[in-house]
């Protein structure tokens, strides 16, 4: 091996374990302000918030513990990331992703909310248990 790729290995190396090891607490810098989010824990790979809320639609909405690990191979398979919030008995899991021209899209959808909160949001008759 040459010199040259050896310090070019070397650097990316370096840069991988750097980035590897971002602390989750900088996502909270470039949320936007609809979400707030407290109590990062992790990288920004794989990690927590203890608390985040959404504002939707003028209504704030608690999403509570939220996990999420980046998957980087996900670019090249499709699902990059995967969320996971608990708040009481609410719950929602999701995979998102890119598509080929850049599309963003959901996956893997599991949403357990309560129902008065959906009928704020929606102009429609919703009933159920």
Known sequence: ?????????????????LVSRVPASVIGSILPQTLTASGFTGTVWRGEAAHVQAEVQGQPFALGRVAWTVHPLGLLTGDVVTIKSRWGSQRIDLAAGIGLGGSFYLNDIAVNVGLDWVRKLLPLYIGGQ
Do not use: D, E, Q
Request: hydrophobic content about 70%; proline content about 0%.
């Open 1 to 17: 091996m040459s010199l040259k790729r050896s310090i070019g290995f070397a650097v990316f190396v370096a840069v991988a374990l």
